[in-house]
Every structure is written in C-alpha cells, then in structure tokens.
C-alpha cells in the first residue's frame, strides 16, 4: 500500500473534494478505543425510520441523532450524545481535518448522527449546503464493513465526472460540502456510519427553507 502523506490528502481534498483515509493507517485519527466507544454509542443510541421519497422509490434510512442543527445547533438529550461529542473534539481529530482543509480557524460541529442504510436502499444525489450553507465539510466514520454496495459518490463540479469511495471499517470520509454527492445502493447488509457536520460558524442556521 501507498503511504498516505498529508500533502496528497490535502491535495485531493483541493482537486476532487474528498478524501478517505483508511483506519489504521499511519494518518488516520481515529484510536482503536475511540473507533469501538463511537461504535457502541452508535449501536446504543435509540432510532427514528427516516423515509426519503426520492423519484417515488421507496427508501429508508435508520437514524440515530446527537447534535441536530434544525434552528442552530442543539444536542440531543440522550445518555451517548456527550460521549459521542467529546471524542470528535479530540485535538488528534480535529487537527486532522483542520489540516486538511487548510485552515487555522475555529471549527464546530454542527450536525452529528448515525445513518444506517440497510438492503436495496441508498442516500439520492444532493448538495449538504443546501441543509445548512455554512456547512464547510461533512465526516463520515464507517462503523461496520458487513455490506455490498453503498459507495460514497462524489460528483465534480464542472464535469459529469464522479468518484467513488468503498468505506471500510474505521475509514474517515472528509468530503467538500459543495460537492453533489450520493451513497449508492446497499446491495446486502447494514452501511452504518457516524456523520458530522463542521462550520466555521455556531450560530443559526441560515438556510433560507
Ligand atoms: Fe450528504
């Protein structure tokens, strides 16, 4: 394998919007204890069916909230969203994703939630800024490997060009909020992972819907 180096991942960040880095590798944030705590957080959490009804198809996604950013940020009272909130504020992990988006300033989470997406289901194609304009970049922990299918897809912006991230167990997704993006279809199994939202700004949210 190909030793990962800060400046290829802040390189594709720049060029393609996204980056994966696999767990266990040697830039990976992510601890083993960290990894499994968010993991059993996760699995713990109570969970709403959430129904997309994108082009009449029928999908679901299985939603388990800690922060929610409908007006502005708020946690969710529930006995993992505090656990859940301090080991993404970790400094390993923070750190991270501030170097990959180049930048010294301050960054809050704005939204946190696991979404599993189970058999012949997907997430449809669709812009995180169009939830929130002040969203900077959405990461994403992949909390299991049992599944087929359920590619991370990000569009480019000028092109009809897209890539495609596998997710394994423990990858870090860090992917450009104004890249259209989609999860394909889960082809078998259960794609669970923890997604959070980070922005410059803590305030309301300026979505104009
Ligand atoms: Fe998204």
């Known amino acids: 394998m190909v030793k990962e180096t800060y400046s290829t991942y802040i390189k594709n960040y720049k060029n393609k919007g996204t980056i994966m880095v696999p767990f266990k590798s040697n830039l990976s944030p992510l601890s083993d204890d960290d990894f499994y705590n968010l993991k059993k957080y996760c699995t713990k ?81 669709h812009l995180d800024v169009d939830s929130n304009p002040e969203y900077l970049a959405a990461c994403v922990i992949q909390l299991g490997s049992n599944f087929k299918g359920g590619l991370y897809r990000v569009y480019q912006k000028k092109t009809k060009k897209y890539f495609d991230y596998a997710p394994s167990k423990g990858s870090l997704i860090v992917s450009n909020c104004l890249y259209p993006h989609e999860v394909t279809k889960v082809k078998s199994g259960k794609r669970g992972s923890l997604v959070f939202f980070v922005s410059y700004k803590k305030g309301l949210n300026k979505r104009s819907s």
């Open 45 to 125: 959490v109570d969970k709403e069916f959430i129904k997309i009804g994108d082009a009449g198809e029928k999908n679901h996604l299985l939603v388990g909230r800690f922060i929610t950013d409908i007006k502005k940020p708020e946690i969710v009272k529930n006995k993992y969203s505090k656990k859940v909130i301090s080991i993404l504020k970790k400094r390993k992990i923070t750190k991270f994703i501030k170097r990959i988006l180049k930048t010294k300033k301050n960054l809050y989470l704005r939204r946190v939630q696991f979404n599993e997406i189970g058999q012949n289901c997907f997430v449809g194609y």
